[in-house]
């Protein structure tokens, strides 16, 4: 492990100088962070990126899992500059959906919510799949639930899906998955329409097909649609509202969007209130017209108006009570 931390300062420490060479670095770097379950190839996506965006091919400063257990403990970012002088800051996270349960997924969930808090802002939240065997059950989708559940339902605006290990995978398949798979199931789980997620496709160790005797073409295009993925990656990022996440707190939009139903049944039953009781006075005022009418009735000597008040007995009660009102007034 001491090896390993080493090694990685060093690297740290040289990529500083790579992209700090020249003064016009900018203040802000485009910023990109990974999420998916272990052992999906979210390191290997981190690595990949930069050692295409800066130039430095073969570049592994996050480390790699393929197991149960993340690789990664910590949220990592790592800025690189690319040759026209564009900064952006690469994030890696731990793994969900480990094997030490849902209570380390809770975790590490809010460390990175808490760390992105330090970042600001977040250009892009990148969704990584592995394509060969795309798993977006129930787990996954509590996870994501998690996150829009901190951050709100506008941080789905800046999120995007790479497909990893999808050297066999045609576009076709994965706009497939995506259009009738991954955005139902994720529309179900937050009770919200979801139209479109942008998608994309790499496989991140090409190279490594040599080892099982793939032809170079086959690898030499592999290595050429991680360059255009990339890149294609790089133009979303730079063409997103950075997304706010300072006011982000882990679980809180969940427990503001119960206060608003809270509120919102609150004022529905003040509504229901306010419409009885304005019923209850319109009834009030009807019932005290008829009345004033009935008296204006007796009082003008008016037998028409009886019946319309007293009913088919109208004359013969209004003569009635006309006696007593004349012996009374």
């Avoid at 981190?46 to 257990?69: H, P, Q, R, V, Y």
């Avoid at 179900?188 to 496709?201: C, S």
């Avoid at 040599?210 to 030499?220: D, G």
């Avoid at 008016?302 to 013969?316: A, H």
Wanted: net charge neutral.
């Amino acid at each position: 492990m001491k090896v390993y931390s080493i090694l990685t300062t060093v690297v740290a420490l040289l990529a500083s100088v790579h992209t700090a060479q020249g003064n016009d670095v900018p203040a802000n770097p485009y910023r990109i962070i990974t999420l998916s379950r272990t052992g999906d190839g979210k390191s290997s996506l981190c690595n990949l990126i930069i050692s295409i965006l800066g130039d430095m091919m073969g570049f592994n400063f996050f480390g790699e899992s393929s197991g149960a257990s993340s690789h990664t403990i910590d949220p990592t970012s790592f800025q690189v500059k690319t040759q026209s002088g564009v900064l952006f800051d690469i994030i890696d996270t731990p793994g969900l959906m480990e094997s030490k349960g849902s209570s380390a997924d809770e975790a590490n969930i809010k460390r990175i919510v808490d760390y992105t808090k330090e970042k600001k802002y977040i250009n892009g939240f990148l969704i990584v799949l592995n394509e060969q065997a795309p798993r977006f059950d129930r787990g996954m989708q509590d996870a994501l639930k998690v996150f829009v559940d901190s951050y709100g339902l506008s941080f789905l605006d800046n999120v995007g899906i790479v497909f990893t290990r999808s050297l066999t995978k045609s576009p076709e398949e994965s706009e497939k998955y995506v259009s009738e798979e991954f955005i139902p199931l994720l529309s179900t789980a937050l009770g919200v329409p979801i139209k479109h997620l942008p998608h994309w496709q790499v496989d991140c160790h090409p190279d490594e097909l040599r080892k099982l005797s793939v032809p170079e073409e086959i690898i030499t295009n592999s290595n050429m649609r991680n360059a255009k993925t990339v890149h294609a990656i790089k133009q979303w990022a730079m063409g997103k509202t950075p997304f706010d996440v300072t006011q982000a707190h882990y679980g809180e939009f969940e427990a503001q969007a119960k206060l608003r139903m809270a509120a919102e049944e609150a004022k529905k039953k003040d509504d229901e209130n306010k419409a009885a009781l304005e019923a209850e006075r319109a009834k009030r005022q009807k019932a005290e017209a008829e009345a004033a009418a009935a008296r204006e009735a007796i009082q003008g000597g008016d037998p028409s108006l009886g019946d319309k008040i007293l009913g088919k007995d109208g004359n013969r009660v209004f003569k009635k009570a006309k006696k007593i009102l004349r012996k009374i007034f």
